[in-house]
């Protein structure tokens, strides 16, 4: 069974999804949550069978789809990935169990099952075609969440959407083609096995040309700055489940397309364009901080929160270190966590009220005691205050950058005061104060069915923020390959500076010594 | 006295004009049969019909396990010339005649089914297609384009609506001049060198090294806007979005595919040797042309309020990218267009039946036209499995992984990429993206708007029979497990280009 978990994983939740369609609709739910429960155990079995002290691809399986053009159906996960398909799944069981009374929703848990095998396929295929494949494909279902489900704008929202995505996304596949290309006139046959072509070492200029090809269609999926304008569109329009999924798994993709792709094939390119995109990163940080600080909405004041934090998650990427790069990705679930939250927390008092308006709210606290205690420790995670989640990863990432730049570290830094800013003053507005709006008076707390998510998203914050050694130990082993590869392949003196050799730091400082 | 002139018949090798003759006798049946039984149901008209063009496609079989021993195969005073573009173009008109045929079978009664010409002209035109690509003798492309093209006139005419009479002579008319153009060109071409086979040209052209060059591309350019009319390149394609609107859905989805294939192996057989010559005008005014046909159909497409217009013009769109692979040259491109046309077939047949079987008699209220996008407003509530279908084939066309097209489309930017058109490969990759915007279009509508006028709920399934639903059951099939054939798809398709020397 070991042998073929990840291709169990990525179709179980595709076939019980068409299975579905028999299901009535009276019963959708508990099927999802079945099925999605069943799933959230097997991601775990595949955790606890994994082999921590590998840092190479495990659970490999490889079928030949079209051996005349080199496409194949390859999968295995790493410790990279591992954490990331557990998520997904993880988020879609809770984001199913939590569902309320909605409008058509058999439709939508089909939907979710089908979602989450894009999800999963996303982070275990190591073809590049296969990766494309489930890439593209989870855009069609996050479609139909926001069309069918969504706000008063959600046609132009969803379109929105899918075109930029797409749009990006084909450039990133002419950059695929071309790279098989040289894959082919370098060794004669057709391949696109992301792991043979970690073995091709590129001229510069090939590698300036492809990173900025495959930067497209990452670029836009994480969003980077200026472009993501589709994103706040997206959660203003999107259903809770919609924007949950979205902003805790689906923004991943671009960050670990980054590490999978252009890093390990494209390291003297990393390396070049790695000031560049590192003042992108910043601009993301502090100018998305400060239009959510500018914002009236509390969901678009946590979508922008949530694209700032990824500018973080980028910033690490790029450190091109162990440090920096085990910090993005576990700032990647950090994020996955603490967003995903936030906007169930958001959806929560939609439900109730029917507006996101924080003018709406105030002294919600004495009201709703619960939730203003969730969300403050969420937000307080958000802010990256110590023994929470996303510290650890702000950290580490910062930490990485500080190696390279210290000017830019300081003020990718100061995110974190702006952040701080924006999140306590939205917080004090709509929690704090005397009840101004009457119809806040009455509104019932937190019920069973929504601690079911709130709950375990809480204690994964704070356990991952006390002790994250569990996440990180795997995550540093595989990112140490990782960046050993790029300084093995680098051929630029620039690439052989910014990308330090790990063989005379072996007594390297262990990172979660300073969490502690 | 005239000297006696020898020819054994073996050296004639009539037997490589039995995929031709096998629909000429059908059609010449069906019109004896006629006159002893009148008044026959068409399934039986239908029947025959299929009977015949499989007869053919059995044909075809042996010729090309032939074609794979021996190599190509000359017959007929060297007219036919059976090697493996003609092969393949030959499987896909009549494999998408096969397809066709049934559509027909609808539950509600047309008039055009119910004469047994229509299913003649059908036969004489599938022959003339195939006359089409299995010579390089220019005056039999020319005639079979005409015996084609005239039969086609006329089966778009029968479907009895003001709009088909219209728009069977608006394609009349074109394809008048067009023909006009083709002849032009030949006789220009002949005149220069005395042939009118086109490996002949070749040689002469090269021998001489193209002195004479304007002459030439005068000749060319008329061949091109000739083949351009009827592969709708922009800007010959003007006639298209109206034909395809007057003819029937089923009628404009095999326009959409038989014809054109038609035409890009005459295009291939006569771009081949001109694209390699090093002529650099050629390449220029061919890359423009498809990155105009491409973009400039797209971007029309986007403004249509008619689902089948959407699709008029996305076929226009398609021909101009499938025309690229002319334009690369190279034995993956050739290969990739007769990849991402197979796969083009299964899909867009689909979407023009799913068209077909909401064929209405009356309007209603509020609809502008037979197929506009509100009549499919709220489809999912009302039928959900057609509109899932439906879904399926835009999302096809689109370019979606994993289906049909998307695998044609990689392997022919592929292409693109190997030969260092790297720009034309970004034109073509942003072009589905273009693309997109208005599959998506349709998408919505179905998926997320509310039903918008008041009509029948019948209406969405109101042609359907079990014929046409075999049909669009196989074209999904087709669209969804295209991957699984696509290996020995491609191997078989680059083996019969290769052999041909393209």
Do not use: C
């Amino acid at each position: 069974m070991l042998d073929h978990i990840l291709s169990l994983l990525i179709f179980f939740p595709a076939i019980a999804a068409i299975m579905g369609f028999v299901v009535h609709k009276d019963s959708a739910k508990a099927f999802g949550v079945a099925v999605s429960v069943i799933e959230f155990v097997i991601s775990l079995y595949l955790w606890f069978a994994f082999d921590t002290n590998v840092s190479g691809m495990q659970f490999m399986e490889n079928i030949s789809v079209v051996p005349a053009f080199g496409i194949n159906y390859l999968v295995g996960i790493d410790g990279i990935s591992l954490f990331i398909v557990i998520m997904a799944s993880f988020f879609t069981m809770i984001g199913i169990a939590s569902l309320g009374d909605m409008k058509k929703i058999k439709n939508l848990v089909i939907t979710l099952l089908f979602l989450q095998m894009t999800m999963v396929g996303v982070f275990a295929a190591l073809d590049a075609i296969l990766f494309y494949v489930f890439w593209e494909l989870s855009l069609v279902p996050m479609l139909y969440i926001i069309g069918a489900w969504g706000g008063p704008l959600r046609i132009y929202a969803s379109v929105k959407f899918f075109l930029y995505t797409f749009t990006g996304s084909l450039v990133m596949l002419v950059g695929m083609l071309f790279m098989a290309f040289l894959y082919n006139q370098a060794t004669g046959v057709w391949s696109f096995s992301i792991l043979e072509w970690y073995r091709l070492i590129l001229p510069l200029n090939y590698q300036l040309w492809l990173f900025a090809a495959f930067f497209i269609g990452f670029a836009i999926k994480v969003p980077m700055f200026p472009f993501h304008t589709w994103l706040p569109y997206a959660h203003g329009q999107a259903p809770t489940i919609g924007s949950v999924i979205l902003a805790a798994v689906l923004l991943k993709m671009g960050t670990y397309a980054f590490i999978r792709f252009s890093l390990p094939m494209f390291p003297d390119a990393a390396a070049f364009f790695m000031f560049p995109i590192a003042a992108i990163a910043i601009i993301m940080i502090i100018y998305t901080a400060m239009v959510a600080y500018a914002q009236e909405d509390i969901k678009q004041v946590v979508a922008y929160s949530s694209i700032s934090h990824m500018g973080v998650i980028i910033l690490g990427t790029f450190a091109l270190n162990v440090e920096g790069i085990t910090g993005s990705v576990f700032l990647m679930i950090g994020h996955g966590i603490v967003s995903g939250a936030l906007f169930f927390l958001v959806g929560v008092i939609y439900d109730r009220r029917h507006t996101k308006m924080m003018s709406e709210f105030g002294g919600l606290a004495s009201v709703m005691p619960r939730y203003a205690t969730i969300f403050g420790i969420m937000m307080m995670a958000s802010v990256g205050l110590p023994l929470l989640v996303n510290f650890v990863g702000e950290f580490l990432s910062l930490l990485g950058f500080y190696n390279q730049s210290h000017i830019a570290t300081l003020l990718a830094g100061t995110a974190i005061i702006v952040g701080a800013i924006y999140m306590l003053s939205s917080y004090k507005r709509a929690f704090f104060g005397e009840v101004t709006n009457e119809a806040n008076r009455k509104l019932p707390d937190v019920n069973s069915r929504e601690l079911l998510a709130l709950i375990p998203l809480t204690i994964i914050a704070v356990w991952l923020g006390v002790y994250p050694k569990p996440l990180l130990e795997p995550i540093n082993n595989s990112v140490k390959s990782v960046v050993m590869l790029m300084h093995e392949k680098a051929i630029t003196p620039e690439g052989k500076s910014r990308i330090p050799s790990l063989e005379n730091k072996v007594a390297m400082q262990t990172p979660e010594a300073e969490v502690k | 006295m005239l000297s006696h002139v020898n020819i054994s018949l073996e050296s004639l090798n009539i037997a490589t004009l039995v995929p031709m003759l096998i629909p000429i006798m059908g059609a010449l049946f069906i019109l004896v049969l006629d006159l002893f039984k009148k008044d026959q149901s068409k399934s039986m008209y239908v029947m025959l019909s299929l009977l015949f063009v499989m007869l053919d496609f059995g044909s075809l079989i042996d010729f090309s396990i032939d074609f794979s021993t021996n190599g190509t195969i000359l017959g007929y005073f060297d007219m036919m010339l059976i090697d493996g573009l003609a092969l393949l173009g030959q499987f896909i008109i009549v494999g998408a005649s096969i397809l066709f045929i049934p559509l027909a079978l609808t539950s509600k009664r047309f008039h055009e089914f119910s004469y047994p010409e229509f299913f003649a002209l059908f036969l004489f035109m599938i022959s003339g297609f195939q006359f089409m690509v299995a010579t390089d003798n220019l005056i039999l492309i020319f005639i079979g384009l005409e015996m084609a093209s005239l039969a086609l006139y006329t089966l778009i005419a029968l479907h009895n609506r003001s709009k088909s009479f219209e728009a069977a002579v608006k394609y009349f008319t074109m394809g008048a001049l067009a023909a006009g153009f083709f002849a032009f060109g030949s006789m220009v071409l002949y005149a220069l060198t005395g042939s009118v086979e086109i490996h002949q040209m070749a040689a002469v052209f090269n021998a001489d090294e193209f002195a004479n060059l304007p002459f030439i591309l005068v000749g060319v350019v008329f061949l091109l806007a000739a083949l351009g009319f009827k592969v709708s390149l922009v800007p010959f394609h003007t006639w298209a979005p109206d034909v395809y609107e007057g003819a029937s859905a089923s009628m404009a989805g095999y326009m959409s595919i038989v014809p054109k294939i038609a035409g890009f192996v005459v295009v291939m057989r006569m771009f081949e040797f001109l694209i390699h010559s090093g002529v650099v005008w050629l390449n220029v005014v061919l890359y423009v042309i498809v990155v105009v046909t491409m973009t400039a159909a797209n971007i029309w497409a986007l403004v249509q309020s008619d689902v089948k217009r959407m699709l008029a013009y996305s076929s226009i769109s398609h021909a101009g990218f499938v025309m690229a692979a002319v334009l690369i040259g190279t034995t993956q491109a050739n290969s990739a267009l007769f990849l991402y046309w197979i796969l083009f077939t299964f899909t867009n047949l689909g979407a023009f039946s799913m068209l077909w079987i909401s064929r209405q008699k009356n309007l209603a209220a509020g609809q502008s036209s037979d197929h506009s996008y509100n009549k499919f407003a709220g489809l999912i509530k009302v039928a959900p499995i057609s509109a899932t279908i439906m879904a399926l084939f835009m999302l096809s066309l689109a370019g979606l992984p994993p289906f049909a097209l998307f695998w044609g489309k990689i392997y022919m930017i592929s292409a693109a990429v190997s030969s260092g058109y790297i720009v034309l490969a970004l034109i073509m990759a942003l072009n589905s993206a273009i693309a997109a915007y208005y599959y998506l279009k349709l998408i919505i509508y179905m998926f997320m708007k509310e039903p918008e006028i008041d009509i029948d709920n019948k209406v969405y399934t109101m042609n359907s029979s079990v014929a046409l639903r075999t049909i669009i059951g196989i074209a999904v099939i087709g669209t969804v497990f295209a991957s699984v054939v696509l290996n020995s798809l491609i191997e078989f398709i680059t083996a019969f280009v290769y052999n041909s020397g393209y």
